[in-house]
Antibody, heavy 122, light 107 residues
Framework: EVQLVESGGGVIRPGGSVRLSCEAS????????MSWVRQVPGMGLEWVSGINWKGVSTGYADSVKGRFTISRDNAKNSLYLQMNSLRVEDTALYYCARPALRLSSYYGLDVWGQGTTVTVSS | DIQMTQSPSSLSASVGDRVTFTCRAS??????LNWYQQKPGKAPKLLIS???SLQSGVPSRFSGSGSGTDFTLTINNLQPEDFATYYC?????????FGQGTKLEIK
């Protein structure tokens, strides 16, 4: 079964840091680009960051650029999001997601995890 | 960055109706436009990729069209399970931005 499982969320103080993880199973992880997408409860979807299948090309939303770092370990079938200098407005449910097509960054995201919640609060 | 604008922000319709959602990009994205359906408490579900390619398992009453900057998602013969929020997303360049969503409600 194709599956993505996120972990690492919690309650963090403003200015603090946290690292999210996403463990993949059921597919050749190193053939797929990966993304992080977040959603404030009751609000819309925001694409946060993406990384290509080799891990050499990355992209970020303006809202997180310079504070968040995406990375992957293909040997461990895992995706990460290092989140630094956290702000209250980073509070959201964070999903990792995989595109429908291997070896492409141009397709829609057809596999999603269940999400992990990050709450930034003093 | 490419901005995605969806209209309307909400729509009321009845079972059996035909509805159309619109998504506009701030610059040409060729056909790299995706549509998602999201129900409360669930992760988004990919319906259509590259503007018109229906994902496996998605009912044929869903269809997408458009290219360049203007795109549409059409649902024919609305079913009760179709009432949800729909998002477009560009996957052409830069941050893969989403539209703000259209909430489809039962009339």
């Amino acid at each position: 079964e194709v599956q993505l499982v996120e972990s690492g969320g919690g309650v963090i103080r403003p200015g603090g840091s946290v690292r999210l993880s996403c463990e993949a199973s059921g597919f050749n992880f190193d053939d797929y680009a990966m993304s992080w997408v977040r959603q404030v409860p009751g609000m819309g979807l925001e694409w946060v960051s993406g990384i290509n299948w080799k891990g050499v090309s990355t992209g970020y939303a303006d809202s997180v650029k310079g504070r968040f770092t995406i990375s992957r370990d293909n040997a461990k079938n895992s995706l990460y999001l290092q989140m630094n200098s956290l702000r209250v407005e980073d509070t959201a449910l964070y999903y990792c997601a995989r595109p429908a097509l291997r070896l492409s960054s141009y397709y829609g995201l057809d596999v999603w995890g269940q999400g992990t919640t990050v709450t930034v609060s003093s | 960055d490419i901005q995605m604008t969806q209209s309307p922000s909400s729509l009321s319709a009845s079972v059996g109706d035909r509805v159309t959602f619109t998504c506009r990009a701030s610059q040409s994205i060729i056909s790299y436009l995706n549509w998602y359906q999201q129900k409360p408490g669930k992760a988004p579900k990919l319906l259509i990729s590259t503007a018109s390619s229906l994902q496996s398992g998605v009912p044929s009453r869903f269809s997408g069209s458009g290219s360049g900057t203007d795109f549409t998602l059409t649902i024919n013969n609305l079913q009760p399970e179709d009432f949800a929020t729909y998002y477009c997303q560009q996957s052409y360049s830069g941050p893969r931005t989403f539209g703000q969503g259209t909430k489809l409600e039962i009339k």
